[in-house]
């Protein structure tokens, strides 16, 4: 078996469009798993990479963490697919599997280096780095491919293999459930899954949001109230009413006044990642025992777990389905804001 030459999107530069090109796509070995790539979701962190937000870019890059696909081969040790399955892949497609957080299944800690789905060093092919889902194939070690339940919309699932694991892994952690009263911050890509994701946990969910148009919306996503954060009188009648807040707000935001939604006790939770460093103020999180805190997608086991959830109570992304000649006119619109609530590509649409 040698590598395969396949289509994909991607840019050589930040400050230039993407476009057509071809990538190599690794022979495939004896764990591995070779899909066509049916539909892939647009993260702000694909945006992020693209405009180089956190230095490091390795270019040329062909972003897409939030793949889909049908199986086309199997390795001859792969027992969990079969040519013709669904299989997705997300942000994690290698980790060393054998330090203390591998172990645990969380391999975005992973100490020797997780590698992700696309813009890491490619462990299989020296020198190379790997390409993510704006491309027609995918290969990946069968422990870290998804088993893709048979969501009626599947198009609109994509979003969950990143937006979706982001954030109900702190979700779980933070203990969501009836008991908790869960804030949303930033409804986006991330943030609407979010709502629906703590509702269907049982939690009275209520947003925070910059958008007026955001705030109708958000009802009708699911949540029980709606803050619009530029009104005073909205925000202090929110205060010391959170157990939990998933912050998603991609740009640089004052975190400060989020803190003092919390009851006591209470954590707020970053899951955003603005390029710029967040100020807090020591009052703001000692005056009530408050946590700052932080979470990174989540680990393949509990991935998994979140696609069988969602499955189970109906849950996918809102989503604009685009062709991927497309794409860059979805970047400048994700830039703006101007999306409900997900991008997500039509791989038949590359040809
Ligand atoms: P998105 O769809 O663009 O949503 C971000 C939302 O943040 C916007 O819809 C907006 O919500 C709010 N926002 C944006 N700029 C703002 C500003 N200047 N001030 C206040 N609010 C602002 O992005 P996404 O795909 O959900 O991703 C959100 C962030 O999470 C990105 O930084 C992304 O890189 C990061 N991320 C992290 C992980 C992880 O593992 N930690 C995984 C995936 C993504 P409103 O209109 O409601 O205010
Ligand atoms: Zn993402």
Redesign the pocket.
Known sequence: MSTTTVKAYGTSAADKPLEAMEIKRRALKAKDVAFEILYCG???????QIKN?FGGTMWPIVPGHEIVGRVTQIGSEVSNFKVGDLAAVG?IVDSCGHCEHCEESLE?FCENGVTFSFNSPDTYMEGEHTYGGFSKTYVCEEKYTLKMPAFEDLASAAPLL??G??VY?PLRHWGAGPDKKVGV?????????AIKIAKAMGSEVT?????PA?VED?KRLGADKAVL?TDEAQMKAAMGSQDIIID??????DVNQYLGMLKVDGSLV?????PEALEVGAFNVVMGRKSFS?????GIAETQEMLDFCYEHNIVAESEIITMPEVNEAFER??K?D?K??FVIDMASLN
């Open positions: 647009i993260c702000h962190s694909d945006l992020h937000d942000c975005m990143c937006a694991i982001t892994s911050l930033g409804i986006g890509g991330l943030g609407h899954l947003v925070f949001t910059t958008s955001k958000a954060s998603t707000v991609s740009a640089k935001h970053l899951v955003g990642l603005p932080g979470s990174n997608i989540g994700l830039e804001g999306v609530y997900r």
